[in-house]
């Protein structure tokens, strides 16, 4: 019998970017037959497991999901379990996520004592846009259930192991990814009467696309290539960047405002400015009830809870919340684990007992309602 720890460490070794978990989804699968836990796969790279309960209306379901990709970094950690394949590492927790899951399946797999359908998704992609979640959605694989709930977790390093942090309502916002392009006529820098200027235009619009920020909306630009020289203006010159937002109507505003600058930039510089939004994960809003429901089966099971503010990061598991009751919460890994997306983030491993607790109970309390 695999245990979680094993488990996690064993894809830790391992890891695989979104949508080239090859090796992860076969490894998941070998584990699930170990089990006799039925699967199929599912988003190309996923995995879907299902145990029917003994008892109970077996159309009554709950979806408990965990994400599987890794990210583009070069681990730095000392440990037995380092990652082994070059570039990349599971440094924000995907690993955790998906041994918490099994081990919730084995457990529950064993006496099977529940009413309705547990189905175990283990979703690829969650880190690439527009995320796996929306490719398990075109599949329909829960159509002909009623589905009670979807319940995610992810680590989180600001709290301690043996906390959760669990947001009533909206939690995440929604992330779009923006790539702007401006083509201009590039020359000599000393010559400024015979070019139009892309880097300055550039500028400018990077300084309106930011002035947007707000507690209610994030822009970022991330990335910028104007490819001169110190003496040479470029024709053309390109920039990337997000924008978070917690709510539909202000994602398309600034969508409008983004491009109507575009055009202001174009005349201004005598440029050609373009904004190409690519549209990216919804909000993450979670059910009131099952987040208040999560609060009180924490309390009982010893687990300390925090009441947390919308935060603006984003998760694809906000596909899943437009569709489903759903709640996604945070779990502790620890002060010391450092930061997410970072070659030396390095989680608490015994948050592993604590997230499965916490996710067998509350598919135990909602199957059996």
Request: glycine fraction near 8%.
């Amino acid at each position: 019998m695999v245990s979680m720890l094993d488990f996690r460490r064993a894809l830790h070794r391992r890891p695989e970017l979104s949508f080239q978990e090859h090796k992860t989804q076969q490894f998941i699968i070998d584990a699930l037959r170990s089990e006799g836990i039925p699967y199929r796969a599912i988003a190309g790279t996923g995995v879907l497991a299902v145990i029917e309960g003994k008892r109970g209306n077996h159309q009554r379901a709950v979806v408990l999901r965990a994400d599987i990709d890794a990210l583009p970094i070069e681990e730095l950690n000392d440990v037995e379990y380092c990652s082994e394949n070059k570039g990349v590492m599971h440094a924000c927790g995907h690993d955790m996520h998906t041994a918490i899951l099994f081990g919730v399946l084995q457990s529950m797999n064993r006496t099977r004592d529940f009413e309705g359908t547990l189905f175990g998704l283990f979703q690829p992609g969650e880190e690439l846009n527009p995320g796996g979640a929306v490719k398990v959605l075109e599949e329909h694989p829960f159509d002909g259930y009623d589905v009670a709930a979807v319940i995610g977790e992810h680590v989180d390093a600001t709290l301690e192991v043996g906390e959760v942090g669990i947001c009533p309502g909206q939690f995440m916002a929604s992330n779009d990814e923006l790539r702007i392009y401006i083509s201009g006529r590039g020359g000599h820098a000393a010559r400024r009467s015979t070019i139009d200027d892309s880097v300055t235009a550039m500028a400018d619009m990077i300084m309106r696309t930011t002035s947007l920020n707000t507690a209610e909306c994030v822009v970022s630009i991330g990335r910028v290539i104007a490819d001169g020289a110190t003496n040479v203006i470029p024709d053309k010159v390109s920039a990337e960047g997000t924008m978070r937002t917690f709510n539909k109507e202000l994602r398309e505003r600034i969508h409008s405002y983004l491009h109507n600058n575009a055009r202001a930039i174009s005349e201004k510089y005598n440029v050609k400015a373009e904004v190409d939004i690519s549209f990216g994960y919804p909000c993450v809003v979670n059910d009131v009830m099952l987040a208040y429901e999560a609060m009180i089966i924490a309390t009982d099971e010893g687990i300390s809870v925090k009441e947390l503010k919308p935060m603006t990061t984003a998760e694809d598991f906000g596909h899943y919340t437009e569709v489903y009751p759903s709640l996604f919460y945070r779990l502790g890994v620890g002060l010391e684990a450092g930061g997410s997306h970072t070659a030396t983030f390095l989680p608490d491993e015994r948050a592993i007992e604590v997230g499965e607790r916490m996710m067998q109970r509350m598919a135990l309390h909602i199957l059996n309602k």
